[in-house]
T-cell receptor, first 114, second 111 residues
Framework: SAVISQKPSRDICQRGTSLTIQCQVD?????MFWYRQQPGQSLTLIAT?????????ESGFVIDKFPISRPNLTFSTLTVSNMSPEDSSIYLC???????????FGPGTRLLVL | QKEVEQNSGPLSVPEGAIASLNCTYS??????FFWYRQYSGKSPELIMF??SNGDKEDGRFTAQLNKASQYVSLLIRDSQPSDSATYLC???????????WGAGTKLIIKP
């Protein structure tokens, strides 16, 4: 299994500002995923990030709001731009394991927007 | 619309009993199915996957798949308080890489 770290673990931000979340993996992985999870809710996929290509965004999420970088096979960032209180959530990165559908998750970033 | 449905619970089970968690899916193209466990305040972790009809056992956990009925279940034998968590069911198609997630069932094991 992969070991994944995320920074920051939590943050409190003012509306209108942006926050960049970092995801670091201890091994090279092809596919990385960014999710959002509201308290008590299931996971919502924001985008899939493959190294060397543009991220693929799910319906309801756009690059201007959630730009993603994937500069190499062990690292990715997700930026939450022009934040509003509705962006308050837990943001999780995950990587695909050895089998399709097997994913390992980072510890998450807890974001509160005031 | 591809969907995976779960009863949100909470499902309360006495310690030592069998906990039965259920999941249905709408897309017959779904090929593989996964159970993730998420403790409160923690990230999901994979505990079982299954892709063939029938049962798959791993320790106290048994995953069951019935593709004709589009039904997946997870049985936890000899339930322990440490099994108290939210269990997320997910499905994937062979032609895709994206997991379709259920809303999760909250399981409470009462000592």
């Amino acid at each position: 299994s992969a070991v994944i770290s995320q920074k920051p673990s939590r943050d409190i931000c003012q509306r209108g500002t942006s926050l960049t979340i970092q995801c670091q993996v201890d091994s090279q992985v092809t596919m990385m995923f960014w999710y959002r999870q509201q308290p008590g809710q299931s996971l919502t996929l924001i985008a899939t990030a493959n190294q060397g290509s543009e991220a693929t965004y799910e319906s309801g999420f756009v690059i201007d709001k959630f730009p993603i970088s994937r500069p190499n096979l062990t690292f990715s960032t997700l930026t939450v731009s022009n934040m509003s209180p509705e962006d308050s959530s837990i943001y999780l990165c995950s990587v695909e394991g050895q089998g399709k559908g097997t994913q390992y998750f980072g510890p998450g970033t807890r974001l509160l927007v005031l | 619309q591809k969907e995976v449905e779960q009863n949100s619970g909470p499902l309360s089970v006495p310690e030592g009993a069998i906990a039965s968690l259920n999941c249905t899916y709408s897309d017959r193209g779904s090929q593989s199915f996964f159970w993730y466990r998420q403790y409160s305040g923690k990230s999901p972790e994979l505990i079982m996957f299954i892709y063939s009809n029938g049962d798959k056992e791993d320790g106290r956990f048994t995953a069951q798949l019935n593709k004709a009925s589009q039904y997946v279940s997870l049985l936890i034998r000899d339930s322990q308080p440490s099994d108290s968590a939210t269990y997320l069911c997910a499905a994937i198609m062979d032609s895709n890489y994206q997991l379709i997630w259920g809303a999760g069932t909250k399981l409470i094991i009462k000592p």
